[in-house]
């Protein structure tokens, strides 16, 4: 049978099954946007015929990495948070108000760029201004599945002190709920199905009781999940006890949303108990390990909530929290932080950590039944990387194999070569083919020097402790 592409001779990793799924001397078919056929390279070009091959020799070839949750349109502010206390009010908001729609347009595609050089191919991202964002996935060519940042507060949210409630303006949230249906109107399943969206309330904090409950009914109407941050930190709390008399979580069982529609990141703040309920309650978990660590020096209850019956997938969050987009990242801190966090080097392996960056990922998004693994139906998403890399070697395969615990501890992200998305090679050689990626680096760079001048005010007004530092001579 004719195919337009096979992958051979490499080691493949299909994370079918419970495990890895690897096959030693693999192949993988490719017609279209589908696979067509993952086995051994004999029986595989025994079956199939190419418009064109890849010799895979020395190469693993692995599913796409899913970043299950990212925030692309705050790229832009890379760095500019880090090592301080109350990092969103007075790190980040500062900047926020003086980044316009295409500031973050350009960012997010310095993000994408980053990402898909670190072998992601799919990124589920949940921003403001998504309607503008996403045409960056339709022209680099990756795989998204979007949701629109849907909250009732203002764009000078930062000028409100700490601890003091947030004001909601109905207007504010109509208009935003209504960008988020826009988007699901014009680009659901466009670009050939690699771009699908899904609904996105910011968190329980930001958002009326009343416009929780209308997004929840708008999401059985449109039969879709509901992206959102819960119980991601202190300030989460506080305020929903202020305003509510009571946690996050018990909140949002009164409401109906724990269910399999909900994808709850973080879970920073959550007890046990409370994150043995969203476990059983049917929906889905998102860590971040590296964003959390940076911000708040915590470690989310992601065992706890595996260990519970729950499904959970790895995030890398934003630049400015985390700084580090990269999923190979991910992987190795999810699982270092663990063992520390029970004091045990057993728990959190590192094939947990790789699933939970492709196959669990998938799960948790509603995305298995297209991505997340190698098998024949699936949509081909696939990414090759260099064995012969420093940080990969030497390679051994019996009596034990040491290419996962490298992937996760060592790899860096360079040593994806190639990134197959949809059935499109997108980035071959380390060279993106789809953008000039320079120019879009240098763009993000004049948007960041600009916005850095309009904001400057407002940063020396909150007086952060990387103000601080800087006055110190320690930046």
Known sequence: MKVDLIIKNGLVMTMEGRGVGLIENGAVAIKGNTIQAVGS???VTRDYTAEREIDAKDKLVMPGLIDAHIHTGLALLRGVAQDIHHWMQKGLWPFMKHVTIEDSKKGSMVNIIEGIQAGTTTFCDYDRSMNHLVENYIKIGARARVAELVNEIPDNIGDVPVGELYPFYTEIGEQKLSNNLALIEKYHESANGRITCILGPHGPDLLSVELLKEMKGLAEKYNTKLHMHVAQGDREIDQMVKRYGKRSIAFLEELGYLNER????H???ATDQETEVVAKSGAGMVYCSGSIGIIDGMVPPVLKFIESGGMAGLGSDQAPGNNCNN???EMKFAAILNKVKRSNPTVFPAALSLRL??????KVMGM???VGSLRKGKKADIILINLLEPTLSPLFVDPIRNIIPNLVYSARGHEVETSIIDGQIIMENRQITTID???AILEAQQAAKEVSTRAKQDI???????LQMMEEGLL
């Open 368 to 370: 298995d039944h297209e």
């Open 267 to 269: 879970l920073t703040e």
């Open 460 to 466: 020396l007004h909150a007086n952060s402790e990387m």
């Open 41 to 43: 390279t004999f029986e």
């Open 357 to 362: 960056a492709t196959i669990e990922a998938a």
């Open 327 to 329: 999923m190979f990242n």
């Open 262 to 265: 909900l994808i709850a990141v």
């Open 437 to 439: 990626t320079r120019n």
